[in-house]
């Protein structure tokens, strides 16, 4: 359910770390529906800024009034905005507007790219910056913005004071570093109505320039402030915020980390990468001459597990199974979670037992098959007639009961063979870490199969 609601009016910055990229994935991993207004376009890398182009002022205009008329947001960003004339657009359109606004007065990128025009300071100093209800400066900007050199703790009041000046109510300097060695950064926080002061320090993380964190700082706290939490609250969480940003900053290219404000959410999207995987490992299956050999009657299901799951529903598997003819497997339907029960629940019982599988897959069991496994893996068998009554009376509970009877006969157990039961076919159960190893284990069996020689025992 979307609840609130945020406007980034930004520049857009196509190596996806900073800019309106930045604001986006930051409002939504904090669950704030973000809609963008995008005044300049920056082809960017890790490296550096090679070019910038500022949208028509028109179509800039447009995307402004057509946002603001109908999404009615709980609060608004502003980042790069780089020219004057668009300055003027944002001024005409907020100053009157009723939201809070928070402004983050970007001079220069991380890799030392003007992202403002050389003649337009003074518009963002007058038309912009008076706009907010919290600005956001590093100490660079801040220097601009005051005109005061900041060496000392008593620099950072001075200035956040000079700029309150200018209108906003709450300034928030971001990266000093004052301490002896520069061991840690210090993020100084001043209101000027309640005459409110303080400050959170961080230690310096050792991982060099870094991209994309002012951004999310100010998205952040944007999005706290749209959720109506207090200036200091959202303050003091956007900080948090960024720290495992930065915790989980990652190398996409080869220049400066970039940040990482999704690290939840790509945590919570496990799901999708399980089924990619699998899909993959499905589809090699047609590329695999002969499978079609390994398959029993009942047909056969390939598996893959979330990292922590809790039931079959969270082990994915091919819907209405994977089966074939003399010569051909027939394309199966689509991997998703829940379909498998037998093989799932073979793989939760070995899960169990040996914490590394997390794929399986069901092969038919003759002789010729089960030759092969013996003499290339490690195999367990289980003796149904040992099974308690209870449990063969219960739908479904047969085969983690010999799966677990299996993997505890022998240690370092990969492929479990069962002799079925009457109305039961005897199958081979093949388990590994991920489908790709199980896929590996079924190319070794393949290679060792002598065609013509199978027939049921
Ligand atoms: O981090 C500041 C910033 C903001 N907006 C855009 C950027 C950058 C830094 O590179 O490219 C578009």
């Known amino acids: 359910m979307i609840q609130y609601k945020a406007i980034s009016i930004a520049g857009s910055d196509s190596s996806g770390g900073a800019g309106i990229q930045a604001d986006l994935k930051t409002f939504s991993a904090l669950g704030v529906y973000g809609a963008t207004v995008i005044s300049a376009l920056t082809a960017q890398n890790t490296k550096t800024v090679s070019s910038l182009f500022v949208v028509p002022i028109e179509f800039f205009e447009d995307q402004l009034?057509?946002?603001?008329?109908d999404l009615r947001p709980d609060a608004i960003k502003i980042g790069v905005l780089f020219d004057k004339s668009i300055m003027r657009i944002v001024n005409a359109y907020l100053k009157k507007y009723d939201a809070p606004i928070i402004v983050d007065p970007v001079l220069i990128s991380g890799t030392g790219s003007r992202l403002i025009d050389e003649k337009s300071f003074p518009t963002l100093k007058n038309e912009i910056v008076p706009l907010a209800s919290i600005i956001t400066p590093n100490r660079y900007e801040a220097e601009h913005l005051s005109g005061i050199k900041i060496k000392t703790k008593e620099d950072l009041k001075l200035a956040s004071q000079k700029i309150c000046d200018i209108g906003p109510k709450i300034v928030i300097i971001k990266?000093?570093?004052?301490?002896p060695n520069n061991k840690k950064i210090v993020d100084y926080y001043y209101d000027k109505e309640r005459r409110e002061s303080f400050q959170i320090s961080n230690p310096k993380r050792d991982i060099g320039e870094t991209h994309g964190t002012g951004c999310n700082f100010s998205s952040a706290i944007t999005s706290f402030i749209a959720k109506g939490i207090e200036p200091k609250d959202s303050f003091i969480m956007a900080n948090a915020f960024v720290q495992k940003a930065l915790q989980y900053a990652s190398k996409i290219g080869d220049g400066v980390l970039v940040s990482n404000p999704l690290k939840d959410v790509y945590e919570s999207a496990e799901k999708y990468d399980v089924i990619s995987e699998l899909q993959k490992s499905v589809n090699h299956l047609y590329d695999m001459p002969n499978f079609v050999k390994l398959i029993p009657e009942t047909k056969t299901n390939f598996v893959y597990s979330t990292l922590d799951p809790n039931s079959i529903d969270d082990i994915a598997g091919v819907s209405g199974r994977i089966s074939g003819d003399n010569n051909h497997i027939y394309y199966p339907s689509v991997v998703k979670f829940g379909v498998s029960k037998?093989?799932?629940?073979?793989?939760?019982?070995?899960?169990?037992?040996?914490?590394?599988?997390?794929?399986a897959i069901n092969i038919r069991?003759?002789?010729?098959?089960r030759r092969i496994c013996n003499k290339m893996f490690?195999?367990?068998?289980?003796?149904?007639?040992?099974?308690?009554?209870?449990?063969?009376?219960?739908?479904g509970y047969s085969i983690g009961w010999g799966i677990s009877e299996a993997f505890k006969f022998k240690p370092g157990v990969e492929i479990v063979c069962h002799s079925g039961d009457i109305g039961k076919e005897p199958m081979i159960l093949v388990f590994g870490p991920t489908p790709n190893a199980v896929l590996k284990k079924l190319k070794i069996i393949l290679k060792h199969y002598k065609l013509g020689t199978e027939h049921y025992k």
Do not use: M
């Not at 009034?65 to 008329?69: G, H, I, K, V």
């Not at 629940?345 to 914490?355: D, V």
């Open 175 to 179: 990266g000093g570093h004052f301490s």
């Open 65 to 69: 009034q057509t946002t603001l008329r």
């Open 378 to 395: 490690i195999c367990s068998e289980y003796d149904r007639k040992c099974e308690p009554i209870n449990i063969k009376n219960t739908e």
């Open 365 to 369: 069991n003759t002789s010729e098959i």
């Open 342 to 359: 037998h093989v799932a629940r073979a793989l939760l019982a070995a899960r169990n037992i040996n914490r590394k599988y997390r794929s």
